[in-house]
């Protein structure tokens, strides 16, 4: 562990690279606007390719939207001595887009190294390009020190995690339900805090949901003629989100926040202009259940609550499911649990916090598969906001976790 750590800290300069080249290849999907994963791909598979992976193989989806027409996924694997297990790096290549530009003091898309000389900004240098520099900076420092691994260390690069997984995760778990073995074991660095002490094994079963009501369009000035859908869709709106905290309100100290979260977020435009009442009204709302409720008594209620206010308003409303992830958890008593556990004490001398949080990510879909996944970081914990932010050292020091992890898996 001495010689592949101090491998590991002249590797800053490495890191800087991959965050510059990264950054300023803007991987934002088609359903955000932007044209996909495909030329962060190529050049991430470039990057693996310098190095002495045993296998880099695609899993590539087709999206006609895409650049390319594809969401591309890229699998690489270092063998080990034992080749019947394998470490998974999970980690995605696409980023949300940088929102308003106004609102940051450097260029989204052009990585900028602070003064301090280690935090750097830029959209995704932390989500989830951290993980990725991370990944592959791990790989380079067991490769370089000749260090013979015990088990074997897999690289996962993955499209779409910001819009759903359905051209990513999900589609390659679809496509090679071979690909893990019942033994492996995954660390998904796509959350943490800044001491590196969060060691998450469980996630809030999350539903998006978009409501749409319909009433009746009509002049602003004769609204006895019409059916105002905003003015309904509001109510609704206020409706399930004070009925879903209230009727589900217990609290679990595993997860931080401790309780169920309902939430509206987006809100579609509806009528140009002032004096138009509007006929159809559309929001969205992102939903954090504790797993311990059945995910249908949410859906029931929801449907309660929707149920009533077409009845109190003469309206109609649809609901959509557009994602869930309903995820079992990983017992703190799982092998790499402990492990983590140990490298986090090890690595960044502080105590790990086992939790459970409210984010989802890919642990959801291995950890349905009974299979044994933490995820953890040493990060700011900002993501998607104006100056993402990333540090290099916390980057190291996660290179630092995954290696002692891996050197010490059985």
Not at 170 to 180: A, C, H, Q, S, W
Not at 218 to 246: E, K, T, V
Request: aromatic share 8%; charged share 25%; glycine share 8%.
């Amino acid at each position: 562990m001495e010689k592949i750590f101090k491998t590991i800290d002249g590797l800053r300069d490495y890191v800087l690279e991959l965050q510059t080249n990264m950054t300023a290849l803007p991987a934002v999907s088609p359903e955000q606007g932007g044209k996909g994963e495909l030329a962060k791909s190529k050049y991430l598979e470039a990057e693996l390719k310098k190095m002495k992976f045993d296998e880099i193989f695609h899993i590539d989806a087709p999206d006609a939207a895409a650049e390319g027409g594809i969401r591309p996924n890229i699998i690489a694997r270092y063998y080990g001595k034992n080749r019947d297990v394998t470490l998974w790096l999970l980690t995605h290549m696409d980023v949300v887009p940088e929102g308003d530009r106004s609102l940051w003091k450097t260029d989204p898309f052009k990585l900028t190294l602070d003064a301090d000389g280690d935090t750097v900004y830029g959209r995704g240098v932390e989500d989830n390009q951290q993980a990725v520099s991370a990944a592959l900076t791990a790989a380079k420092a067991v490769m370089e020190s000749g260090a013979e691994i015990p088990v074997n260390l897999g690289i996962m690069l993955l499209s779409d995690e910001e819009t759903g997984n359905k051209y990513g995760m999900d589609y390659v778990i679809e496509k090679r339900p071979d690909l893990f073995g019942k033994n492996d074991s995954f660390l998904v660095q796509d959350s943490g805090d800044p001491k590196g002490c969060e060691v998450e094994i469980a996630e809030k079963n999350v539903f998006w949901i978009k409501f749409t009501t319909e009433g009746k369009q009509c002049h602003g000035s004769m609204p006895a003629s019409g059916n105002n859908a905003l003015y309904a869709g509001s109510q609704l709106l206020i409706r399930l989100r004070d009925g879903l905290y209230a009727k589900f309100d217990k609290r679990d100290s595993l997860f931080a926040p401790d309780n169920s979260t309902f939430e509206p977020t987006k809100k579609d435009a509806n009528v140009p202009n002032v004096n138009t009442i509007p006929g159809t009204d559309v929001f969205y709302m992102d939903c954090r259940v504790l797993p311990s409720y059945e995910p249908q008594a949410f859906k029931d209620e929801v449907a309660s609550i929707v149920k009533g206010v077409e009845k109190d308003f003469k309206v109609k409303v649809t609901w959509e499911i557009l994602h869930s992830a309903v995820s079992k958890a990983t017992s703190p008593e799982a092998p790499i649990v402990k492990l983590y556990c140990e490298a986090v004490k090890e690595v960044n001398k502080v105590e790990p916090k086992v939790l459970g949080v409210g984010g989802g990510t890919f642990a959801a879909a291995v950890r349905n598969l009974d299979l044994a996944a933490v995820v953890g970081s040493k990060i700011y914990g900002d993501p998607h906001i104006p100056n993402e932010k990333s540090s290099l050292k916390f980057t190291l020091d996660d290179v630092k976790v995954i290696t002692y992890v891996l050197m010490h898996l059985k």
